[in-house]
């Protein structure tokens, strides 16, 4: 699937396929809104410690550890 981008390559703002020659001149703004679905996070398997906020009191803190780059690197917090 091609993707549409913009190209400002002649001075107007054009859609510009990267493929082929095909371009549609930008003539008025453009905006979309996505309303994103929340998710709950499930505390249940997650790991928790010991530890008062000193916000609010609570005694228990939660977290998660994930693994977002190479395997020979930490996971991060």
């Given at each position: 699937?091609?993707?549409?981008?913009?190209?400002?390559?002649?001075?107007?703002?054009?859609?510009?396929?990267?493929?082929?020659?095909?371009?549609?001149?930008?003539?008025?703004?453009?905006?979309?809104?996505?309303?994103?679905?929340?998710?709950?996070?499930?505390?249940?398997?997650?790991?928790?410690?010991?530890?008062?906020?000193?916000?609010c009191?609570?005694?228990?803190?939660?977290f998660?550890?994930?693994?977002?780059?190479?395997?020979?690197?930490?996971?991060?917090?």
């Amino acid at each position: 699937a091609n993707l549409l981008t913009i190209d400002d390559s002649s001075g107007l703002n054009k859609w510009a396929c990267q493929t082929c020659p095909y371009y549609f001149p930008i003539t008025k703004q453009h905006t979309s809104r996505i309303y994103l679905k929340t998710k709950r996070a499930d505390w249940a398997d997650t790991v928790s410690s010991i530890v008062e906020c000193q916000k609010c009191g609570h005694g228990f803190a939660y977290f998660n550890q994930l693994q977002i780059r190479s395997a020979d690197e930490p996971m991060s917090i």
